[in-house]
Nanobody
Framework: QVQLVESGGGLVQPGGSLRLSCAAS????????MGWYRQAPGKERELVAT???????NVADSVKGRFTISRDNAKSTVYLQMNKLKPEDTAVYYC???????????????WGKGTLVTVSS
């Protein structure tokens, strides 16, 4: 009943920047925590950053100081600002959110389909 749609991925040179967006739509009553994960070829999916409804953030050490997560509750959207990108950042980036639907007493974990980020010359 809820969809997460990512956008903003693409090809960028090392040292460049990209901004990813993820918008939730459907029967949304409340969005609790939201986050970004990524998966590179041959690797496990890993957490990149999370942000709670109270705007507390957690960022992986590998991207700390370069990536910033934020959210706009009015737009039901979470963002990932990626600066100083490195080739090792190349991966499919997935949006994740814990969402409580209208009439529900608990949240459900949702995933987007992913957006590809390629960092290369």
């Amino acid at each position: 009943q809820v969809q997460l749609v990512e956008s903003g991925g693409g090809l960028v040179q090392p040292g460049g920047s990209l901004r990813l967006s993820c918008a939730a739509s459907g029967s949304v009553f409340r969005i609790n925590a939201m986050g970004w994960y990524r998966q590179a070829p041959g690797k496990e999916r890993e957490l990149v950053a999370t942000i709670t409804s109270g705007l507390r953030t957690n960022v992986a050490d590998s991207v700390k100081g370069r990536f910033t997560i934020s959210r706009d509750n009015a737009k039901s959207t979470v963002y990932l600002q990626m600066n100083k990108l490195k080739p090792e950042d190349t991966a499919v980036y997935y949006c994740n959110a814990d969402i409580m639907g209208r009439g529900s007493y608990y949240g459900v974990d949702y995933w987007g389909k992913g957006t590809l980020v390629t960092v290369s010359s």
